[in-house]
């Protein structure tokens, strides 16, 4: 089985968000890059599939040169190979393009996206990936299966979950649960010594237009101090979220 | 020209995200002078979508989508896209929406906007502001195709009453086998429950609690709210509570009108995630809890004596007003 999985190069949550140039760039200034956490329990469940079942995982980004320190790190966790697509990223669907190339070229089986990624919280890379591709599909995977052609899927659904099959080839939409936080994989120092020397290709990236931008960004305004209330006065309470915030 | 909503049910009746949808719907179709359709999937009752501005329903009646797929609902809803030369197509924040929404853009060719948290800024180009960064900033994006896709946010825009004469018609689109690729093996739902998606008011306990058998107390302050129950990710990797009710950011988002949070210290990865509800309430014995810098409402002291006697208030107060 070759899998291939997608990883999107991300600010660490406990990141400083802020804006450049008349608030239409990122800042970066400062900022410590990790591989996207959804991206990450697809990743660690990947790594079960080749040491369990003998598959081979890839690793893609699509991103500068700057980026390959978080492929090098999958490398490390133990993903076989990786591949960076050399273009920065403007929008999912322009990413979901360049994935489909890659998918094509390389004949896998298995293809394994975060749902999300933690930045632009824009939920679309998989399955436009498997739209472009005609793959079947599954979003919000908490658990998946492989036995010969078929997977086993289950994914989160609105108050419960749904277990599923489908042949592959597949694409899925990961998240936690795939693998739980505990198993997530540390790249151990054997690890960083031999991601050294795995093949990470460069590809210059296919024609594709773009289909949207962020053109302009902006932080959510100065918030107002909490009102504290007396744990011997919750009528307060009661009344403030009935008179003033009126929810109850 | 019309624009297109999918107005999403559940057990052949309408989600109240699908009466928010046409809400915005109709506000963006007001200012652009044209109408809206909306497309519904096994859903006989459909009259209720006139109280929010639809003009018309296509309806599509299909045992075969008796279970959500999403490669045939998407099918469905970019073939209904192009039957009425709909540029703009709206959808809901439902994790069945979000899983369709994407097939739906490449179907169009689309550029697609998910979390999209208020009317278009501009109309050419078409800019609409989204939420980003885990709800620490916002995004003005710019959608530069023909078509556009648009998934709204949760409680972002509210239901507005805006009468209209609804039309009905039945619409039969050709599916393919294809679109039912993906057989579904079994299902477990929790019956009865409000689920964290739909509910309007959150009650989601923390490792102040103690331990699970706690959690009696916190059941009963949701009952009277009429909340459904969540828990933070420490609570459910200790197992004391099911991985569904983990909110945070790699656990599910809240956008509710209200949510309480009773014994959560407010790491910033949770408050990411219940970030976008409007007003948060937060009990917590730790004076310097992080969580109290973004709440609303909060309350210093030990949640095992304000819960219940919150509870027994709040009973109080509801029968009062009822």
């Given at each position: 089985m070759k899998i291939l999985v997608c990883i999107s190069h991300?600010?660490?949550?406990?990141?400083?968000?802020?804006?450049?140039?008349?608030?239409?760039?990122?800042?970066?200034?400062?900022?410590?890059?990790?591989?996207?956490?959804n991206d990450e329990f697809g990743l660690t469940r990947a790594i079960w599939f080749q040491e369990q079942q003998g598959a081979n995982v890839t690793v893609v980004n699509i991103g500068g040169a700057d980026t390959?320190?978080?492929?090098?790190?999958?490398?490390?966790?133990?993903?076989?190979?990786?591949?960076?697509?050399?273009?920065?990223?403007?929008?999912?669907?322009?990413?979901?393009?360049?994935?489909a190339e890659v998918v094509?070229?390389?004949?896998?089986?298995?293809?394994?996206?975060?749902?999300?990624?933690?930045?632009?919280?824009?939920?679309?890379?998989?399955?436009m990936l498997?739209?472009?591709?005609?793959?079947?599909?599954?979003?919000?995977?908490?658990?998946?299966?492989?036995?010969?052609?078929?997977?086993?899927?289950?994914?989160?659904?609105?108050?419960?979950?749904?277990?599923?099959?489908?042949?592959?080839?597949?694409?899925i939409g990961g998240q936690k649960g795939l693998v739980?936080?505990?198993?997530?994989?540390?790249?151990?120092?054997?690890?960083?010594?031999?991601?050294?020397?795995?093949?990470?290709?460069?590809?210059?990236?296919?024609?594709?237009?773009?289909?949207?931008?962020?053109?302009?960004?902006?932080?959510?305004?100065?918030?107002?101090?909490?009102?504290?209330?007396?744990?011997?006065?919750?009528?307060?309470?009661?009344?403030?979220?009935?008179?003033?915030?009126?929810?109850? | 020209m019309s624009l297109l909503i999918y107005a999403e049910s559940s057990e052949g009746k309408f989600k109240k995200v699908a009466f928010e949808l046409a809400?915005?719907?109709?506000?963006?179709?007001?200012?652009?002078?044209?109408?809206?359709?909306?497309?519904t999937v096994n859903n006989n009752n459909v009259s209720d979508l006139s109280k929010y501005g639809v003009d018309k329903v296509l309806k599509v009646t299909n045992d075969k989508l008796s279970n959500f797929s999403a490669k045939a609902y998407a099918d469905l809803i970019v073939k209904a896209a192009q039957k009425e030369n709909s540029k703009i197509v709206l959808l809901s924040s439902t994790t069945d929406s979000l899983y369709l929404a994407p097939l739906v853009a490449v179907g169009l060719d689309a550029g697609f906007a998910s979390n999209v948290i208020g009317l278009p800024v501009n109309m050419s180009p078409f800019q609409v502001k989204r939420s980003a960064f885990s709800n620490k900033a916002f995004n003005i994006t710019e959608i530069e195709?023909?078509?556009?896709?648009?998934?709204?946010?949760?409680?972002?825009?509210?239901?507005?009453?805006?009468?209209?004469?609804?039309?009905?018609?039945?619409?039969e689109p050709t599916l393919n086998d294809a679109d039912f690729n993906i057989k579904i093996e079994s299902v477990e739902k929790g019956s009865g429950k409000v689920t964290i998606a739909d509910a309007d008011v959150v009650v989601s306990g923390g490792r102040g609690l103690k331990g699970?058998?706690?959690?009696?107390?916190?059941?009963?302050?949701?009952?009277?709210?009429?909340?459904?129950?969540?828990?933070?990710?420490?609570?459910?990797?200790?197992?004391?509570?099911?991985?569904?009710?983990?909110?945070?950011?790699t656990g599910k988002p809240v956008a509710t009108n209200l949510y309480v949070a009773v014994g959560i210290s407010g790491a910033i990865q949770h408050i990411a995630g219940i970030n976008s509800s409007k007003v948060k309430v937060v009990i917590n014995s730790d004076p310097e809890a992080p969580f109290f810098k973004v709440a609303d409402y909060g309350v210093v002291g030990d949640a095992f004596e304000i819960v219940p006697k919150l509870t027994q208030k709040l009973k109080e107060f509801k029968a009062a007003n009822s």
């Amino acid at each position: 089985m070759k899998i291939l999985v997608c990883i999107s190069h991300v600010p660490d949550t406990t990141s400083k968000i802020n804006f450049i140039n008349g608030d239409t760039e990122f800042d970066t200034n400062g900022v410590q890059y990790v591989i996207n956490p959804n991206d990450e329990f697809g990743l660690t469940r990947a790594i079960w599939f080749q040491e369990q079942q003998g598959a081979n995982v890839t690793v893609v980004n699509i991103g500068g040169a700057d980026t390959e320190p978080t492929l090098r790190k999958a490398l490390a966790i133990g993903a076989n190979d990786a591949i960076r697509v050399n273009a920065t990223p403007t929008d999912g669907f322009y990413v979901a393009k360049q994935l489909a190339e890659v998918v094509k070229n390389g004949n896998y089986d298995l293809i394994i996206c975060g749902k999300e990624s933690l930045d632009y919280n824009g939920g679309m890379v998989p399955g436009m990936l498997a739209g472009l591709l005609n793959y079947n599909f599954v979003n919000s995977c908490i658990d998946i299966k492989v036995d010969g052609n078929t997977a086993k899927v289950t994914r989160e659904i609105d108050g419960g979950k749904e277990t599923v099959s489908a042949s592959l080839p597949l694409v899925i939409g990961g998240q936690k649960g795939l693998v739980e936080e505990k198993d997530l994989r540390i790249p151990n120092m054997r690890g960083i010594m031999t991601a050294r020397t795995k093949p990470l290709t460069n590809i210059e990236p296919t024609t594709a237009s773009i289909a949207s931008k962020a053109v302009k960004f902006e932080k959510p305004a100065p918030k107002s101090a909490v009102k504290l209330i007396s744990s011997d006065n919750l009528d307060e309470l009661i009344n403030l979220l009935h008179n003033e915030a009126k929810v109850i | 020209m019309s624009l297109l909503i999918y107005a999403e049910s559940s057990e052949g009746k309408f989600k109240k995200v699908a009466f928010e949808l046409a809400s915005y719907a109709k506000k963006v179709a007001e200012s652009l002078g044209t109408t809206v359709t909306a497309v519904t999937v096994n859903n006989n009752n459909v009259s209720d979508l006139s109280k929010y501005g639809v003009d018309k329903v296509l309806k599509v009646t299909n045992d075969k989508l008796s279970n959500f797929s999403a490669k045939a609902y998407a099918d469905l809803i970019v073939k209904a896209a192009q039957k009425e030369n709909s540029k703009i197509v709206l959808l809901s924040s439902t994790t069945d929406s979000l899983y369709l929404a994407p097939l739906v853009a490449v179907g169009l060719d689309a550029g697609f906007a998910s979390n999209v948290i208020g009317l278009p800024v501009n109309m050419s180009p078409f800019q609409v502001k989204r939420s980003a960064f885990s709800n620490k900033a916002f995004n003005i994006t710019e959608i530069e195709t023909d078509t556009k896709v648009l998934a709204l946010a949760k409680n972002s825009f509210g239901i507005v009453e805006n009468q209209s004469s609804l039309s009905e018609e039945n619409f039969e689109p050709t599916l393919n086998d294809a679109d039912f690729n993906i057989k579904i093996e079994s299902v477990e739902k929790g019956s009865g429950k409000v689920t964290i998606a739909d509910a309007d008011v959150v009650v989601s306990g923390g490792r102040g609690l103690k331990g699970p058998e706690n959690w009696g107390m916190l059941e009963e302050l949701a009952s009277v709210l009429g909340a459904a129950t969540a828990c933070s990710k420490p609570v459910s990797d200790l197992g004391w509570r099911p991985h569904s009710e983990h909110v945070g950011q790699t656990g599910k988002p809240v956008a509710t009108n209200l949510y309480v949070a009773v014994g959560i210290s407010g790491a910033i990865q949770h408050i990411a995630g219940i970030n976008s509800s409007k007003v948060k309430v937060v009990i917590n014995s730790d004076p310097e809890a992080p969580f109290f810098k973004v709440a609303d409402y909060g309350v210093v002291g030990d949640a095992f004596e304000i819960v219940p006697k919150l509870t027994q208030k709040l009973k109080e107060f509801k029968a009062a007003n009822s």
